[in-house]
T-cell receptor, first 115, second 116 residues
Framework: AQTVTQSQPEMSVQEAETVTLSCTYD???????LFWYKQPPSRQMILVIR??????QNATENRFSVNFQKAAKSFSLKISDSQLGDTAMYFC????????????FGTGTRLTIIP | ETGVTQSPTHLIKTRGQQVTLRCSSQ?????VSWYQQALGQGPQFIFQ???????GRGNFPPRFSGLQFPNYSSELNVNALELDDSALYLC???????????????FGPGTRLTVL
């Protein structure tokens, strides 16, 4: 069974600074997907970024980028030029390439952007 | 494009009662997954529905059951409610084509269930 670990329960950073959230995972599979989801106080889980394990290139979405280290089973999220609207819980999630689409989530990191 | 919707937003029940939660998938999606998110935790997979059949189940007892309808909407039913069932219940929809799932699930706003 896959496991996802987020070792930073809480983080805070000044507005406009850069912050990196950590995620490690454990799997015996070679092909899979990794995701970062954001959950603001409104509770809606919003997709931030996705990474396909068979792609070497790190995914980027505007101010959000990942550092995907497949051998180390590490998948960190970097938020550049942080904004107040980035304040939320951030969850790292794993999905197998085959089979049903069950997502396995970490326990989350609560990120606070300080004005 | 219509996003994933869930009803009701909040629900309060007493121990032993039964509850039904509803989810409408995003337009163009045919697969619905349900997750339970306890306070301070990440979501836990309950089960998934595709073509009106259960297509995978997490570690939840049989009193958690579901349905999917021809319009791809779905229900989650929980019988004999226990205090530990208090949680946010999230529904996510996605597209499965020829048995192969696309990679991304899109979530609804959730239903907050409180069991007293």
């Amino acid at each position: 069974a896959q496991t996802v670990t987020q070792s930073q329960p809480e983080m805070s950073v000044q507005e406009a600074e850069t912050v990196t959230l950590s995620c490690t995972y454990d799997t015996s599979e070679s092909n899979y997907y990794l995701f970062w989801y954001k959950q603001p106080p409104s509770r809606q889980m919003i997709l931030v970024i996705r990474q396909e394990a068979y792609k070497q290139q790190n995914a980027t979405e505007n101010r959000f980028s990942v550092n995907f280290q497949k051998a180390a089973k590490s998948f960190s999220l970097k938020i550049s030029d942080s904004q107040l609207g980035d304040t939320a819980m951030y969850f790292c999630a794993f999905r197998s390439y085959f089979g049903n689409e069950k997502l396995t989530f970490g326990t989350g990191t609560r990120l606070t952007i300080i004005p | 494009e219509t996003g994933v919707t869930q009803s009701p937003t909040h629900l309060i029940k007493t121990r032993g009662q039964q509850v039904t939660l509803r989810c409408s998938s995003q337009s163009g999606h045919n697969t619905v997954s349900w997750y339970q998110q306890a306070l301070g935790q990440g979501p836990q997979f309950i089960f998934q529905y595709y073509r009106e059949e259960e297509n995978g189940r997490g570690n939840f007892p049989p009193r958690f059951s579901g349905l999917q309808f021809p319009n791809y909407s779905s229900e989650l039913n929980v019988n004999a409610l226990e205090l530990d069932d208090s949680a946010l219940y999230l529904c996510a929809s996605s597209l499965t084509t020829s048995g192969l799932a696309t990679d991304t699930q899109y979530f609804g706003p959730g239903t907050r269930l409180t069991v007293l």
